[in-house]
């Protein structure tokens, strides 16, 4: 078996010694290449030819960042973000991502004092799941969509976006699609590694003309995105507001798509959206098949866009009623028409 080829990013020797020594403890992985600066990184990379990329965010000269969005315009690989900056400090690794990193961690939730330890062996894990991972090329240009006014007019109240790995990348090209007046409500859960969410938020705020922020505990719905917060299930109830659930157990995940787009299907009925994008494993399926059946509108993804069509697949695989690319979602979403959610008295 050919062992996995990576290539380490990272100005400290020390740190990259380590993280060299994790890596290679099984035998099946070996670190092709550690470059102290993202030229250097970049000038390898037609040489190395390696199966993924270990990315530190901050760098002398050309800062991590900056080299993801190189390296996936122009010759696209798996990128593993290996980010210092966590929690109010995350904007970077979260714009990585965006430009289309597959995954980010904390390099406190790294122990590589012991490779033979839990943390090593799941790093490794990670490193050879991510590079099996097809990557596709991040295209920088803004998705132009026009507005798909094909069939009867559909009133909706709310939309349900649920992504995990290579979704950053799609949602943020979604919500900077939309004008800053767009009048229906998303509600999003992007699986991201611990520490990185609010950091997301506070780019995509930044970046596109929506409103974007954290959904927060007993907020009424309204006109903007707001995703779900880390470690807190986000659902609609019919009242018209938002519920954090911070207790259920619901699959691996929490906050869950399965949670999320359940609710939708409850509160909103044939006035709510269910749109799964790309991700590993089949959460969101069970929840875009309850808006299904309450007569909503659901959207999967479709196959030669997403970097991994697991989520999605598996959403097909339990009926959608489209399958389409980020161009035709933006142009779905734009027809829509609003319909301001009926609240129990």
């Known amino acids: 078996m050919t062992a996995l080829r990576v290539l380490i990013c990272e100005d400290s020797r020390v740190y990259a010694t380590a993280l060299r020594r994790v890596l290679e403890f099984d035998g099946d992985i070996v670190v092709a290449e550690v470059c102290v600066n993202a030229e250097a990184a970049i000038a390898a990379l037609p040489r190395v030819e390696p199966d993924l990329?270990?990315?530190?965010?901050?760098?002398?000269?050309l800062d991590g960042l900056q080299a993801v969005g190189e390296i996936m315009s122009q010759r696209p690989l798996p990128i593993?973000?290996?980010s210092g900056l966590v929690g109010p400090s995350s904007d970077k690794a979260a714009a990585a991502l965006a430009a289309g990193?597959?995954?980010?961690m904390a390099k406190d939730d790294l122990d590589l004092r012991d490779p033979a330890g839990a943390a090593g062996?799941?790093?490794?894990?990670?490193?050879?799941?991510?590079?099996?991972?097809?990557?596709?090329?991040?295209?920088?240009?803004?998705?132009?969509?026009?507005?798909?006014t094909s069939g009867p007019p559909r009133r909706v109240s709310v939309i349900g976006l649920c992504a995990s790995t290579g979704g950053p990348q799609v949602?943020?090209?979604?919500?900077?699609?939309?004008p800053a007046d767009y009048?229906?409500?998303?509600?999003?859960?992007?699986?991201?590694?611990?520490?990185f969410t609010d950091g997301l938020v506070r780019w995509l705020d930044q970046t596109v003309s929506l409103p974007i922020g954290v959904a927060a505990d007993g907020m009424r719905i309204a006109p903007g995105a707001w995703i779900a917060p880390e470690g807190a299930?986000?659902?609609?109830?019919?009242?018209?507001?938002?519920?954090?659930?911070?207790?259920?157990?619901?699959?691996?995940?929490?906050?869950?798509c399965d949670v999320l787009l359940g609710s939708i299907a409850v509160a909103a009925g044939r006035a709510g959206v269910a749109v799964v994008l790309s991700g590993m494993g089949s959460d969101g399926a069970v929840g875009a098949a309850a808006v299904h059946r309450s007569g909503g509108l659901t959207i999967a993804q479709d196959e030669e866009s997403s970097v991994v069509f697991?989520?999605?697949?598996?959403?097909?695989?339990?009926?959608?009623?489209?399958?389409?690319?980020?161009?035709?979602i933006v142009a779905r979403l734009l027809g829509l028409h609003y319909e301001p959610p009926r609240v129990p008295r």
């Open 233 to 256: 299930h986000l659902k609609l109830t019919v009242s018209g507001r938002l519920c954090l659930d911070r207790v259920t157990v619901a699959g691996r995940h929490r906050p869950s």
């Open 53 to 61: 990329v270990t990315m530190d965010i901050n760098l002398p000269g």
């Open 310 to 328: 697991g989520m999605p697949k598996a959403a097909i695989d339990l009926g959608v009623d489209v399958v389409l690319s980020p161009d035709r």
């Open 171 to 178: 949602v943020a090209r979604l919500l900077d699609a939309l």
């Open 101 to 104: 990193a597959l995954d980010a």
């Open 121 to 148: 062996a799941a790093l490794r894990h990670r490193v050879r799941v991510l590079s099996r991972v097809r990557v596709i090329r991040h295209l920088r240009a803004r998705l132009t969509g026009r507005p798909d």
């Open 80 to 82: 593993l973000v290996l």
């Open 183 to 195: 009048p229906i409500p998303l509600l999003i859960v992007q699986h991201i590694a611990a520490g």
